[in-house]
């Protein structure tokens, strides 16, 4: 997502929380009819594609970019420090 990569995921809990339930990445289930119309989608779709690529960068900046995580991290530190 950094790259603007837009992922295909399974449809599992924390698949859908890190692609924000399906707006920064595809989310399929093991069916496989299901996955190929979901890769077809993902390759023919460039609107789409797009949109979900701008959504997981700017969910990437926000969310998990090394600044934002190492200031939780400090956070939750000196939380068990005081």
């Not at 969910?59 to 934002?68: E, G, I, K, P």
Request: charge should be negative.
């Amino acid at each position: 997502m950094a790259r603007g990569a837009v992922p295909v995921a399974p449809d599992w809990e924390v698949q859908r929380d890190l692609l924000d339930g399906g707006t920064t990445g595809w989310l399929v289930s093991l069916d496989e009819d299901d996955l190929c119309e979901t890769l077809r989608v993902a390759v023919d779709d460039h609107e789409e594609r797009a949109k979900k690529a701008a959504a997981g960068l700017e969910r990437f900046r926000t969310h998990y970019a090394s600044d934002v995580v190492a200031a939780r991290l400090l956070g939750i530190l000196d939380q068990v420090a005081a």
